[in-house]
């Protein structure tokens, strides 16, 4: 099995694992500044970046995920050192359950709005909803999945002009080929139905070793994720910080998210 990762800086290791099919693309504008600090290890769990786009993917299991990337850190991680971790989105459900497989490799984790949406209390309708992402991108494409998902995450009714795009019918539905082109398409139809169903180990997460922190970003209040990420540091009594940005923060604001990541591993002084 070959696992696929990127190195550059130099430093302690801080282990990225990006979100959505876990493609890295757009990182490139925070990993270049926490490169001055940190040794950036950039995960790619299914090698979307390195070639492996188009190739046949299977549904994906959380543990899969976390398994290789403590291969990585096996491979990169010099002998006697712990490893910072860092995972957005799905990345981030991979870096809690590293997390509690793993906790003697690392030192400090930070989940950013991980879509662990199990520990809420209205747990079965968000699950529901994810579901129904996925069959939408099956039955009508991404434009209608994404108008659905957004009203979702944003915990709010559809707009006229979502619904719309949802009462419109595609050309053809999305076939087979189209799933395996993009990582959108595969992040629709292999990650996010798994990924949003994983019951993360709430007990291993509370666990004082690795320290754990649940971000979440400030222009997210009142939406699912942020409400799931303030669960999340409840229930586990870990630290919750607001980060620059929504919940794709990490691309939209790169500079002040990078500032921010810096010091919530590394305080000043």
């Not at 050192?81 to 971790?85: F, H, K, R």
């Not at 069959?135 to 039955?139: E, F, N």
């Not at 799933?179 to 990924?195: K, N, Q």
């Given at each position: 099995?070959?696992?696929?990762y ?40 299914l090698?979307?970046a ?6 046949p ?18 491979t990169?991680?010099?002998?006697g ?5 860092f ?18 490799r ?6 950013h ?15 529901a ?5 996925r ?5 009508r494409g991404?434009?209608?999945?994404s108008a ?6 944003e915990e709010r ?9 949802l009462s ?10 189209d ?17 949003t ?13 690795p320290?754990?922190t ?27 910080r607001?980060?620059?940005g ?8 790169p ?6 990541l810096?010091?919530t ?5």
């Open positions: 099995m070959s696992d696929h990127d190195v550059r800086g130099t430093g302690p290791v801080l282990l990225i694992i990006p979100g959505g099919a876990g493609h890295p693309m757009g990182l490139e504008n925070i990993t270049t500044p926490l490169s001055e600090r940190f040794t950036v290890v950039t995960y790619d769990p090698g979307l390195h070639g492996q786009l188009g190739e993917v299977g549904e994906q299991r959380v543990e899969w995920w976390s398994e290789g990337a403590a291969r990585v850190l096996e990169v991680l010099p002998e050192e712990s490893a910072y971790v995972g957005s989105s799905a990345g981030a459900v991979a870096a809690l359950d590293l997390a509690s497989r793993h906790p003697g690392l030192r400090h984790v930070v989940a709005e991980p879509p662990v949406v199990t520990v809420l209390p209205d747990a079965e309708r968000q699950r909803l994810f579901t129904e992402v069959d939408i991108y099956r039955a991404v434009e209608a999945a659905r998902m957004t009203a979702g995450l009714a559809l707009t006229e002009q979502e619904l719309d795009r419109d019918a595609a050309d053809q539905p999305p076939s087979r080929t799933e395996l082109a993009t990582p959108m398409a595969i992040s629709l139809t292999r990650v996010l139905v798994p990924f169903s994983y019951a993360p180990d709430l007990a291993a997460l509370s666990a004082p070793s320290r754990l649940v971000a979440m970003g400030i222009d997210s209040v009142g939406q699912l994720l942020h409400r799931t990420a303030t669960f999340l540091a409840r229930r586990t009594g870990s630290v919750a607001q980060f620059p929504g919940h794709l923060g990490v691309l939209t604001h500079v002040e998210f990078a500032a921010r810096r010091e591993l590394v305080p000043v002084g």
